[in-house]
């Protein structure tokens, strides 16, 4: 009887459509034949290395097959992937493959010279695996990816916990990146269906039904063809944009996502027939939607009619971005609230309910609760603002860290739920409209200011491409509301024009007072805000309102 683990799930898969595609990436087309084969090999690797079930595997690449064979391998031979931030510089680097207590080390050639560079600080590493990627670099003593593969046999599978660990480091909004911590059952039981529930269907019942439920799909040709456009290395990419498309057969189709441009994209989606597209949020659906206007207006529109849906997760994704990529495709636009430490509600919107939907409004899991920080719940309607509470999907914890753990998941009435710091109001009808995380609020004059719902009101200006709004000191209100702005196309906005424009939505309290205008907003590799990058930038530079 399979486990719910993920390498039981994907072998089950494998077995069930052995001559589908698995990955795509450019011309290498690997079937899930091929894909399983080539990721028993590298778990016969790593045992033949001395990894033993437990052990952890940090991956340094950006997207590409290699990276979704890697993880496969490392869940076949029951040790856990660790996720590496490939913008890393060396002392990160080398405190992630320490505090994760990483035995080997799977790494693009092109990052070989910091490897190098950092090699005598992680002593605990002991394989270097190296992918070629063609850039030319090299590690000495490391050994070859496609060689090791080539002189391994496929290792037998074996029988696995449901109580192995599946980890995925998390930056957070402060301190250091944190390894969020799974159990196999929790994790793949909670998302792994979810494939299926998006296309209407019964999710499977367990583990083994997933073979069967795949080759239903197969049959109606509705296997899924997922393009992940944001990175693998974070949650949203590899949870929404591989992991659950692959339980349900499909093909993840990989390009190279070093430098984000919206066209390839596109051309992508065209060329695969793709049914699936992941992003994370405006950072993303932005530019897109531009490109989109751009072909249309020059009378070469992308054919996007394979397309069923865009999903998003962790970054606001406005309701004005939605409408206008729903007047190019007929498809399903989903965006879920959640984290790396959970999924928690979920906004759907379509050609159908566009009108309707609102930008950060979304429908709560079955499991999430809106609760106050003493644990009482909120009523809804009642305008009351309590922290989101998920009490479905619970990490075990964060590795190596109790006290955060016991911070973020406690216990109420015998529950234990997911605290991540969000705050949001719960209307009469069972819907939330987030408000923000706690830990970024601004109290300005005494009055609490989440900067997303800021962030929201100046996006809908034509002007402004990307923003992100910070607190910095204030010797009369504590803390003056600050936004940092890059314009569309680089040009200047005037600081009155978004004051009215902000001023015509918010209450006035909320409207920024001060304006740095930027070349480049910051941000993660997967779209995710840099609030500490912003408010070094406006303490550096602001230009104040009166």
Not at 82 to 87: E, G, H, L, Q, T
């Amino acid at each position: 009887m399979a486990a719910w683990h993920l390498a039981d799930i994907w072998e089950n898969v494998a077995r069930a459509v052995p001559d589908e595609p698995a990955i795509v990436q450019g011309d290498r087309r690997y079937s899930w034949r091929e894909y399983e084969d080539r990721a028993a090999r590298l778990a016969q690797v790593y045992t033949g290395y001395g990894l033993k079930p437990g052990a952890k595997i940090a991956l340094y690449a950006h997207n590409c097959a290699e990276y979704m064979e890697a993880q496969f391998a490392a869940f076949k031979a029951r040790l856990c992937p660790i996720n590496v931030n490939y913008r890393y510089l060396e002392d990160e680097l080398v405190y992630i493959i320490e505090n994760s207590d990483s035995e080997a080390l799977v790494f693009q050639a092109r990052f070989a010279p910091v490897v190098a560079a950092i090699r005598d600080r992680i002593p605990g590493v002991k394989l270097f695996l190296q992918i070629d990627d063609g850039s030319g670099e090299s590690l000495d003593g490391a050994v070859d990816y496609e060689g090791a593969l080539a002189a391994a046999d496929p290792m037998p599978a074996i029988e696995r916990s449901e109580d192995d660990i599946y980890m995925l480091y998390t930056g957070g909004t402060t301190g250091m990146p944190k390894g969020v911590m799974y159990d196999h059952k929790t994790f793949a039981g909670a998302l792994m269906g979810r494939g299926f529930e998006v296309l209407g269907l019964e999710p499977p019942a367990g583990p083994d039904d997933f073979g069967a439920c795949v080759l239903r799909l197969q049959a109606a040709g509705m296997l899924p063809k997922s393009i992940p456009a944001c990175p693998l290395m974070h949650g949203t990419g590899m949870w929404i944009g591989a992991m659950i498309p692959h339980a349900a057969g499909g093909a993840v189709i990989l390009f190279d996502n070093r430098h984000f441009d919206p066209d390839p994209v596109w051309q992508l989606v065209e060329k695969e027939k793709a049914s699936d597209l992941t992003i994370v949020g405006d950072v993303f659906a932005k530019p897109l939607l531009a490109a989109l206007d751009a072909a249309k207006e020059r009378g070469e529109p992308y054919d996007t009619s394979s397309l069923t849906k865009m999903s998003s997760s962790g970054v606001m994704w406005s309701a004005e971005n939605k409408a206008g990529l729903l007047e190019h495709m007929n498809i399903a636009i989903l965006d879920s609230i959640g984290a790396t430490e959970g999924s928690m509600g979920v906004s759907v919107t379509t050609r159908e309910n566009v009108g309707i939907g609102q930008t950060a409004k979304f429908e709560l899991n079955d499991t999430t609760k809106i609760l106050t920080e003493d644990g009482r719940e909120v009523e809804p309607g009642s305008g009351e603002k309590g922290l989101i509470c998920n009490g479905g999907m619970v990490p075990l914890g964060y590795y190596k860290d109790e006290k955060k753990s016991a911070a973020t998941f406690p216990t109420f009435d015998g529950v234990r739920y997911s605290i991540t710091g969000d705050y949001a109001t719960i209307e009469a009808d069972g819907t939330i409209t987030l408000l923000g995380r706690g830990s970024i609020c601004i109290n300005s004059g005494g009055e609490k200011i989440f900067p997303e719902e800021v962030e929201e009101a100046l996006k809908t200006h034509d002007s402004v491409n990307d923003c992100l709004v910070v607190g910095v000191p204030d010797d009369r209100f504590g803390e003056r509301v600050t936004a940092v702005i890059s314009a569309s196309g680089g040009g200047e906005i005037e600081p009155d024009t978004l004051k009215n424009h902000v001023r015509g939505r918010l209450a006035d309290y909320k409207a920024p007072r001060g304006y740095v205008m930027v070349d480049t907003v910051p941000r993660a590799a997967n779209g995710k805000p840099d609030y500490k990058g912003a408010k070094a930038m406006a303490l550096a530079q602001t230009s104040e309102m009166a």
